[in-house]
């Protein structure tokens, strides 16, 4: 069960690959409207969390949650119908289509069809406003960050997986994403979940931020308690816990 007022998240996730424990006992919850941080030094296992949120890996121990709904036995597509919306740290994009094939590719991609209006609608929430007839193999990574949001958005997803959405990004993009994250979130009541390796990027944009280190969650809170606690600045910098 998850906490009263959360819409999504996961409780007591273990997770073995190959024989090697990846994920201990990791809860994480997050709330509609709210934007949450994902932060850890490399190799802590946030990737990992996010293949267990979206249904690739299925934990040894532990369950994820949509609501009341029990996720645990569902594949990757089945929780993206059920409005779990997830992206990569790689745009990629299907090199040879335009953009108005790729948002019509995704309209058409499973029932219920989503109509032009609902893919116009989404390219201008995100702002998408390269010509419809480039190929998207053509655009640069915040256009294809952005093309593959709208392929999302469109379908009014309930939760918003991102790996590492500023990668990539120049400072002046940096800024606009955040300003469309927060517009998802506030507007459309969204619950995003962010990885994100740069402390003072979550600073500016997350509610609230988790830590993991080594397969286990080591801090949650308000970014700049986290940023403050001893165990989160020995995990980032080698000081003592
Ligand atoms: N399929 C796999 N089989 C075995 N070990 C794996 C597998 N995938 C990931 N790992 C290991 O799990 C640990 C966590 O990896 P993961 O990619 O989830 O961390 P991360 O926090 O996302 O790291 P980064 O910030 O570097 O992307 C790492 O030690 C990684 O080598």
């Known amino acids: ?16 690959l190959g024989g090697r424990r990846i994920l201990s006992d990791v809860s994480l919850h997050v709330k509609r409207g709210e934007v949450l941080g994902l932060i850890g030094p490399n190799g802590a296992g946030k990737t990992s969390l996010f293949e267990v949120l979206s249904g690739r890996y299925h934990p040894q121990q532990g369950s994820v949650f949509l609501d009341e709904l029990r996720l645990d036995r569902l594949d990757i597509f089945r929780r993206a119908r059920l409005g779990v ?7 990629v994009v299907p090199n040879a289509l335009t953009i108005g094939q790729t948002l019509r590719a995704a309209r058409k991609a499973y029932a219920p069809m989503m109509s032009a209006h609902d893919a116009e609608w989404a390219a201008r929430l995100v702002r998408l406003d390269a010509s419809w ?109």
């Open 133 to 241: 007839d480039r190929t998207a193999g053509s655009l640069d990574t915040f256009d294809r960050r952005k093309l593959l949001l709208a392929c999302l958005m469109m379908r009014r997803p309930r939760v918003l997986l991102m790996d590492e959405p500023a990668s990539g990004l120049i400072n002046t993009e940096i800024a606009e994403l955040d300003l469309l994250l927060r517009k998802f979130a506030d507007e459309y009541h969204l619950a995003i979940i962010l990885i994100e390796h740069r402390l003072e990027l979550l600073g500016a944009i997350a509610d609230r931020v988790y830590v993991l280190d080594l397969g286990a969650m080591i801090a949650e809170g308000a970014p700049e308690d986290v940023f403050r606690d001893d165990r989160v600045q020995a995990a980032y910098f080698g000081g003592v816990a």
């Open 1 to 16: 069960m998850l906490p009263t007022g959360a819409c999504f998240g996961c409780e007591g996730v273990m997770l073995s």
């Open 85 to 91: 919306a997830r992206t990569y740290q790689s745009p």
